[in-house]
């Protein structure tokens, strides 16, 4: 997730950043039997009541583990699909997500959806 710098500071200034790393919540039964996940989301500032840093106030952490926990597994392109699908039900203005093989560190898929919330 590395590309995160490429957005630079005209994100900083309207979205506050919240991530998941290494979640092994997922169940996929492809090729890495069980990967590792990681969630990016970005959220406007003026979806979030908090005026300050408190994520509770933005966006539970539980719109992404649940996002994660309830996406068709079927494939990792449908589960990457679907996690991002439910994502952008949430006021997300950016999402990505990688699925990373846990034993090589490979990347197995990767997507990301942006909104014009």
Do not use: H
Request: negative net charge.
């Amino acid at each position: 997730m590395s590309e995160t710098t490429q957005f630079g500071d005209d994100w900083a200034r309207t979205c506050r950043r919240l991530f998941l790393r290494g979640c092994k919540a997922v169940t996929y039964a492809g090729p890495a039997g069980r990967p590792v996940v990681n969630v990016e989301i970005w959220v406007s500032y003026e979806n979030s009541t908090s005026p300050d840093d408190e994520l509770a106030d933005v966006v539970d952490y539980s719109v992404m583990r649940d996002a994660l926990l309830q996406a068709d597994t079927s494939t990792v392109g449908r589960f990457i699909s679907t996690v991002l699908d439910d994502l952008a039900n949430w006021p997300v203005r950016r999402a990505r997500i990688e699925v990373i093989d846990e034993e090589s560190g490979n990347l197995i898929g990767e997507g990301e959806r942006m909104t014009q919330q």
